[in-house]
């Protein structure tokens, strides 16, 4: 995040607005992982559940997007899900809309489905794939969303890698060195964002990182920072060129 970001951000703040708002576009997944907080009892506030709501589809779907958006005139967007692929329709007439408008919009995606490639050429459109972790790990989790396939379905694309880190992660010392040097040396990686797995309030799931964990994670940031310059620590908000590409 540069610093014209941060001014924009808590001038949006201070007039009322939500300047880095996250839509979860469809409930629907074809995904069961396990620690997903998305279908949870509380994600909601407790008073309903994300599988019990009826999603918006079509012209209704895109048309509130865009009222959101101009509601809350964000510095960034994010589209999550379920697996806002599963609305791919709506977002293929979306996206270049929001292109055009001059939004920073994020789609996070478990590549389960085939990305469009026209989605990757936008100004100021992000596509994140979620890769949780080695084969022996990611697969197990995410499957169908296998690397096998996510291989295939992102060759010759662009994209950022989104690694959520658990506790499992960090019981081999050089797990972090393995998985940042796979994705740092495939052509489609444009840059690597971590996430550390966060508990959502009362639970105690292996998932979750001690806090000896978390301080072994500081402390090994910096020197994999160095190692590899795809790695992008803090904020995915990326600073543009003039082209309109992101360089971070």
């Not at 972790?133 to 379905?153: C, M, Q």
């Not at 998932?207 to 964990?213: A, Q």
């Amino acid at each position: 995040m540069n610093a014209g970001d941060v001014f924009a951000s808590w001038g949006k703040i201070l007039a009322g607005k939500t300047p880095l708002p996250s839509i979860e576009i469809t409930s629907e997944c074809p995904l069961k992982c396990p620690g997903c907080y998305a279908y949870g009892d509380d994600h909601l506030g407790g008073l309903t559940t994300l599988r019990s709501l009826s999603d918006s589809r079509g012209h209704s779907l895109v048309d509130g997007i865009l009222k959101l958006v101009d509601q809350h005139d964000p510095v960034q967007l994010s589209l999550v899900g379920g697996e806002p692929l599963m609305r791919h329709r709506e977002l293929n007439k979306l996206l270049p809309i929001l292109s055009a408008r001059g939004i920073f919009t994020m789609v996070v995606s478990s590549d389960v489905i085939p990305i469009p490639r026209e989605w990757m050429a936008l100004p100021r459109i992000t596509v994140a794939i979620s890769v949780d972790g080695l084969p022996a790990h990611h697969d197990e989790r995410r499957k169908p969303a296998t690397y096998e396939r996510i291989l295939r379905n992102i060759a010759g694309g662009r994209v950022y890698i989104h690694w959520t880190v658990v506790r499992s992660h960090l019981q081999d010392p050089d797990y972090m060195d393995r998985y940042l040097s796979f994705w740092s040396e495939r052509e489609e990686t444009h840059r690597i964002w971590m996430s550390v797995y966060t508990p959502q309030r009362g639970e105690q799931i292996p998932e979750m990182l001690s806090s000896d964990d978390r301080f072994r994670l500081v402390e090994a940031i910096p020197e994999l920072a160095r190692k590899y310059p795809k790695f992008c620590i803090g904020s995915p908000i990326k600073r543009w060129d003039r082209c309109g590409r992101g360089t971070c």
